[in-house]
């Protein structure tokens, strides 16, 4: 069974466009997160949400919108998009309490052109 | 601020060598530390955790020991495999802070 699953996961577009990245997790974690990664693996979180609500946002652009309909969902929309945003974007969640381990997707290849 | 600091990458190594990757992390509190691992095309999956001092964290032949004094979370395995071959990423989390700090990678090719 797939713990969190990211759809697509390849998206190429060209600049200006609009795209949604979609995340769901069964695991039944309070918290979930957006995580960029960038040309050189360096990876750096974007957003975080709990119960559906924003806990971090970390200087993103607000081109970037994040939406949770639920708490098994996090979904990343992208507007105007822009060469920069090429990246591969990672979600995961973690449960609320502990350790706060986090579980990750497969990651969504972004390609703007 | 907090951060993690890793060996800097790429690692090449022979099949069945001793492989050791640093790992050092600054931070106001007391963090909970873990490995990361990212085989190729594939997302992070995580690899070990450590959550208080002098706690040993192993997976797979790999081990990791929580050093307060020294402030360090230094990856081993004593004979690495081919499959062993990936990006391995050291990070730490604070309570109630929800997010994890990144180390910038260390890529890792082991030759047969």
């Known amino acids: 069974d797939t713990a969190v699953s990211q759809t697509p996961k390849y998206l190429v577009t060209q600049m200006g466009n609009d795209k949604s990245i979609k995340c769901e997790q069964n695991?039944?974690?309070?918290?979930m997160y957006w995580y960029k990664q960038d040309s050189k693996k360096f990876l750096k979180i974007m957003f975080s949400?709990?119960?559906?609500?924003?806990?971090i946002n970390e200087t993103v652009p607000n081109r970037f919108s994040p939406k949770s309909p639920d708490k098994a969902h996090l979904n990343l929309h992208i507007n105007s998009l822009e060469l920069g945003d090429s990246a591969v974007y990672f979600c995961?969640?973690?449960?609320?309490?502990?350790?706060?381990?986090?579980?990750f997707g497969p990651g969504t290849r972004l390609t703007v052109t | 601020g907090d951060s993690v600091t890793q060996m800097e990458g790429p690692v090449t190594l022979s099949e069945e060598a001793f492989l050791t990757i640093n790992c050092t992390y600054t931070?106001?509190?007391?963090?909970?530390l873990f490995w990361y691992v990212q085989y190729p095309g594939e997302g992070l999956q995580l690899l070990l955790k450590?959550?208080?001092?002098?706690d040993k964290g192993s997976n797979k032949g790999f081990e990791a020991t929580y050093r307060k004094e020294t402030t360090s979370f230094h990856l081993e395995k004593g004979s690495v495999q081919v499959s062993d071959s990936a990006v391995y990423f050291c990070?730490?989390?604070?309570?109630?802070?929800?997010?994890?700090?990144f180390g910038q990678g260390t890529r890792l090719t082991i030759n047969p």
């Open positions: 949400y709990n119960n559906k609500e924003l806990i």
């Open positions: 695991l039944g974690h309070d918290t």
């Open positions: 995961a969640s973690s449960q609320e309490t502990g350790s706060y381990e986090q579980y």
């Open positions: 450590a959550t208080k001092a002098d």
């Open positions: 931070a106001t509190g007391y963090p909970s």
């Open positions: 990070a730490l989390s604070l309570q109630g802070a929800q997010k994890l700090v």
